[in-house]
């Protein structure tokens, strides 16, 4: 008997609109971030053409000129600079493709106060293209009547007239992040100090007040990855609890990197040559992260070293 084949799920398109000045750009850039297509002054007669199907295709398929595939949520902003622009014509374009069961769509209207507005407009000099010859606030009016009927139809309206970028980045982030197939990048490493600190590293942690398993002959040759190391390391008495604290920190620090869309997160552990001691903690707490749901990537810096055992005992005072 034949497994029914699994429906494909529906293209999810964002369109981001709303005042001029009020943070389109910023919000589509965080849109990028968080794993979107995105894309800016889109021509509005185009829209149906970007996302058409064929025989054969899903929805957004078309959108390869864009970069765009059916897996990418797809961000598409416009404004009233935009070719073509009229709200009305709008409204009935979305509509209509709000009738696909192929295509999912939310409208994003950024909105702000007038006097706001002025006020980025006179700190970056810029004229409003609704203005003519007018003060900017003339033009903010203007284009906030036209633009009136789209604010009432959208799905969500964002007031960025109190927000920092910052504000306005975290707010994308909150409404939107739950349809992103991107996390932070997480990589653990292990290090020598002897050969310098990670320049790229977000948090070190050393790992030398720690028995050094080097002023052992029989364990010299081994690394943190052998088991007759981790038994040595496990056996000093400060190793539990440093492990449980750093990992609690650690599990901590992470969600929140995450919600403030920080995308790569790099955590290095060192010790005198970067081959017993860092190894073996940045392995026992990658697998802590593995446990808790988390994906990091690991890597050994100066394990393959040749000098690395040298340079353990170079040290004049056991550390």
């Not at 709000?98 to 999912?104: A, E, K, N, V, Y």
């Not at 364990?219 to 038994?231: E, F, S, V, Y």
Request: neutral net charge; aromatic residues 6%; charged residues 20%.
């Amino acid at each position: 008997m034949s497994t029914p084949s699994t429906a494909p799920q529906p293209q999810r398109v964002l369109l981001v609109t709303g005042l001029l000045g009020a943070g389109k750009t910023t919000a589509l850039r965080t849109l990028e971030d968080l794993g979107w297509e995105a894309i800016d002054n889109f021509p509005i007669r185009l829209l149906d053409r970007l996302l058409e199907t064929e025989p054969g295709q899903t929805a957004g398929a078309a959108a390869g000129a864009a970069g765009g595939d059916t897996a990418t949520p797809l961000a598409i902003g416009f404004d009233t600079r935009t070719r073509g622009f009229d709200p009305q014509t709008i409204i009935e374009r979305v509509k209509a493709l709000l009738t696909r069961s192929d295509l999912s769509v939310t409208t994003l209207f950024l909105d702000c106060g007038g006097a706001e507005l002025e006020r980025r407009y006179n700190e970056t000099r810029r004229r409003h293209p609704m203005s003519d010859d007018r003060p900017a606030a003339s033009g903010i009016a203007a284009e906030r009547e036209l633009l009136s009927p789209l604010r009432r139809w959208a799905d969500v309206v964002i007031s960025t007239t109190d927000f920092t970028t910052n504000d306005l980045q975290q707010a994308i982030r909150q409404q939107f992040a739950a349809l992103s197939p991107s996390r932070t990048t997480i990589t653990v490493s292990s290090f020598g100090f002897s050969r310098g600190t990670p320049p790229l590293a977000d948090l070190v942690f050393d790992m030398r007040f720690l028995a050094n398993p080097h002023w052992d002959e029989a364990l010299r040759p081994m690394t943190g990855k052998d088991a007759p190391i981790g038994a040595y390391i496990r056996q000093d008495p400060a190793y539990a609890e440093a492990y449980e604290r750093i990992l609690g920190l650690l599990l901590l620090l992470l969600p929140r990197f995450e919600a403030q869309g920080k995308a790569y997160v790099h955590i290095a552990f060192g010790c005198t040559g970067g081959r017993h001691r860092s190894v073996f903690m940045a392995e026992q707490i990658a697998q802590g992260l593995r446990d808790a749901g988390f994906s990091p990537t690991l890597l050994h810096r100066n394990l393959a070293s040749r000098g690395a055992n040298l340079l353990e005992g170079a040290q004049a005072v056991q550390v």
